[in-house]
């Protein structure tokens, strides 16, 4: 009888475990117009905490959106299709603040570069690169309009997914189609682009990752951004290399300073079905990584696990060097710990959890993406900043 009563009250106590506090994020003005229409806030594909910026009545997070509205893919898979709703989108920067159970967008900041022979910078869209019709290694989608007509590639498109700040106040950013990762200025002007070696002519930019990159998945480039306490930057792309291993997602581990790749590891993806979505420094000091299956309901499996390279392979040296690099039979993965599940927080119906990230407390804060709207059903297709106590993570 003592044993069934205590297995009883354990029970209750892990059934009534404290959900998240759910807040939504306003904002009073569109992200982006033209002749074309509004697009409105959504999109939110990572968060940043500012603690400089931050006090005790306030907190400061930087977000930023991927590529903008857009329909599901179609055609067949070698070279697929995708309805781009508002083709002159510019991804944006945002700045958000979190002050009496309010999260209201304060600025917002597009995404710009400098090109040869134009006086002022341009505005980033986020269009694909590479026509796969005409170079179908490491190709894009076809990018139509909402009423079928094809677009325009763009050698300057990104897909942003990741973002982190240095302490000069640089963004950093990780996109799906190169993948690459980018040096932006607080004005939004990206100042480097790095990209996979061998990378298709048709991208722009400096080729200082692994080859292998290049070979990604389609749409399934970076995902996850976050600066490590040693103050390098770690690079998650969102699921495994199909050429590699499907099973273990490449992690690059970059030197901002020196801005060179020095490090490339493997995470074990669940095999629920995991696909990273988010990493940040959690309140152990730990990384932590976001994983989900992008399902919702019942459905739905949302984990965030703290990971650890001590014993993790570095194969940095053989992945720059070979264009043919096939991962070593005695490589050691990085391990992984469990430490918060997001379904019984109450996140189940959030297909999209795309950004994470800590505060001075050890709160854990997180955001879904809403696909703007288009896609999501009525819970789904808000934005909104989950905040989980410290004392409720593992």
């Known amino acids: 009888m003592r044993k069934y009563i205590a297995l009883t009250l354990l029970v209750s106590t892990v059934a009534q475990a404290a959900p998240a506090e759910k807040y939504l994020i306003q904002s009073e003005k569109p992200l982006f117009e033209n002749s074309e229409g509004k697009v409105l806030l959504g999109g939110l594909s990572d968060l940043v905490y500012a603690p400089t910026e931050s006090s005790k009545e306030k907190r400061v997070f930087y977000s930023i959106t991927d590529r903008g509205p857009n329909g599901k893919e179609k055609g067949d898979k070698k070279t697929p299709e995708r ?15 979190f002050k009496n159970g309010e999260v209201k967008l304060i600025q917002s900041v597009g995404l710009k570069v400098k090109v040869t022979l134009k ?3 341009i505005l980033i869209t986020g269009l694909p690169n590479v026509n796969p019709k005409v170079n ?21 498109g990104l897909d942003p997914e990741g973002l982190a700040l240095d302490e000069q106040k640089n963004f950093w950013v990780s996109e799906e189609y190169g993948p690459s990762l980018l040096k932006v200025n607080a004005d939004g002007l990206v100042q480097k682009r ?5 990378s298709s002519k048709e991208r ?5 990752l692994p080859y292998f990159y290049a070979k990604r998945k389609l749409n399934r480039g970076f995902e996850a951004l976050v600066f490590t306490p040693e103050k390098t930057l770690l690079v998650f792309l969102q699921s495994g290399v199909p050429d590699l291993d499907k099973n273990r997602a490449p992690v690059l581990e970059f030197d901002p300073i020196k801005e060179k790749t020095v490090g490339v590891y493997f995470y074990p993806l669940s095999k629920e079905g995991g696909k990273i979505g988010a990493a940040t420094v959690g309140p152990d000091g730990r990384i932590w990584v976001l994983e989900q299956n992008g ?5 739905a499996w949302q984990r965030v696990f703290a990971m650890d390279r001590t014993k993790a392979s ?9 264009e043919s690099f096939k991962i070593p039979k005695d490589v050691k993965a990085i391990e992984k710990t469990e430490v918060l599940n997001l379904t019984e927080k109450g996140l189940q119906d959030f297909e999209k959890l795309e ?5 001075k407390d050890g709160q854990v804060y997180i955001v879904n993406d809403n696909d703007f709207g288009v896609h999501d059903a009525e819970v789904g297709s808000k934005n909104y900043l989950f905040v989980i106590k410290k004392e409720e993570s593992k």
């Not at 309805?83 to 603040?97: T, V």
């Open 136 to 156: 179908p290694t490491g190709a894009d989608e076809t990018p139509m309009d909402a009423k079928g007509t094809v677009l325009k590639f763009d050698a300057i």
């Open 355 to 359: 950004g994470m990230t800590t505060d």
């Open 83 to 97: 309805a781009f709703l508002h083709p002159a989108y510019n991804p944006q920067i945002l700045k958000f603040e």
């Open 204 to 208: 722009t930019g400096i080729e200082e």
């Open 314 to 322: 570095n194969v940095v040296h053989e992945s720059l060097a070979l």
């Open 119 to 121: 006086p002022e910078p």
């Open 194 to 198: 790095f990209l996979p070696k061998g």
């Open 295 to 299: 399902k919702t309901g019942k459905k």
